[in-house]
Nanobody
Framework: QVALRESGGTSVRTGGSLRLSCVAS????????MGWFRQAPGKEREGVAA????????TYDWSAKRRFTISYDRDENTLYLQMNNVNPEDTAVYYC??????????????????WGHGTQVTVDS
């Protein structure tokens, strides 16, 4: 069992930046995938990006790719999402997720086994 805990969500102005964090309990496997998803008000949850244990990144939301950066600190067991130049469309609950082995090519939520409870990001216009 892997426990995930997100933090860093806050209210920020359009054009601002913030970094989300997700601390993971130690992973039993050496090969794993961790990702960020988000759910905007009234919309379905969608994938943002994922990163494999070898550092390979899989992008799910290409419109956010130029502004968001996913990274993983193996020593701290912490997943990050650096969000720059945010806009009101980025307002959502952001979730951290994890699964064994490779990252799905598409944002298949059912493929992720472990989920955090989410952290709220609100972007004010």
């Amino acid at each position: 069992q892997v426990a995930l805990r997100e933090s860093g969500g806050t209210s920020v102005r359009t054009g601002g930046s913030l970094r989300l964090s997700c601390v993971a309990s130690k992973y039993a496997h050496t090969q794993y995938c961790m990702g960020w998803f988000r759910q905007a008000p009234g919309k379905e949850r969608e994938g943002v990006a994922a990163i494999y244990s070898d550092g390979k990144i899989t992008t799910y939301d290409w419109s956010a790719k130029r502004r968001f950066t996913i990274s993983y600190d193996r020593d701290e067991n912490t997943l990050y999402l650096q969000m720059n130049n945010v806009n009101p469309e980025d307002t959502a609950v952001y979730y951290c997720a994890a699964r064994d082995f490779q990252c799905p090519i598409v944002a298949n939520q059912e493929a992720f086994t472990y989920w955090g409870h989410g952290t709220q990001v609100t972007v004010d216009s």
